[in-house]
């Protein structure tokens, strides 16, 4: 094979290994906030299961406090009915107190229906609380498990920097640009193999002459189609079934 052709298929290698490297650290900050925004969910589900709690708690502190009040008027009643002289009075005092009875009663009554509620409040707050724990423990570990694949990433970029500097001096200049041109244009794919007569990246099939000059791998010739540098792998010697053909990268 042209020195050339080998050292470019070695420098795609490298680059497509960095590319996918970057990519999945590009895709980090995406996971991130997905794993910020399902921690933040659960986080309303508990602000909003306080918040019912608390307002069940304040309506049921006003109406104890009413009910005390009223007490105190009965209380006042009590005492004045060893004041009074005439029946009128009499009744009339007995009226105000159940009245007051009453309206007490109301008011437990009111009292008992929040507490039933705030039994139901309470155990979907700490329902609430218990799913937020949970997120958020998940959400350190994934945060973690990513730092360290992101750690490992950028260990890898840093090894293939270091070795497509090493095998860029082998390219000659001119085909290095050229090669920089296609993989801009072609989504970062310069260099593909030709299998049975067809270019691996765009699945066009190559005009007779070209794959036979293709076969020789002793120049550099581009696809008709795509313009990616082709170059050719011979098959397996035995009729072990081929892999499938990757999809066409336009
Ligand atoms: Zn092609």
Redesign the pocket.
Known sequence: MLEALTSLIALQALDTSADAARRRIDDMPVAERALDAAVAAAKAVVDEAKTKVEANGAARRTLEKDVATIDGRMAKFEEHKAAVKTNQEFQALNHEIEVAQTTKSALEDQILALMDEADSFNSALKDAEGVLVDRRLASDADRAAMNVDRRALEAELAQLASQRSAATPAVPAEMLAKYGQIVKSRKGLAV?AMVAGH?T??H?RLRPHIEQQVRRNDSILP?D??Q?ILYYVAPPAHNAPADPAPAAII
């Open positions: 593909a270019c990246a765009c066009v696809c189609s795509c990616r």
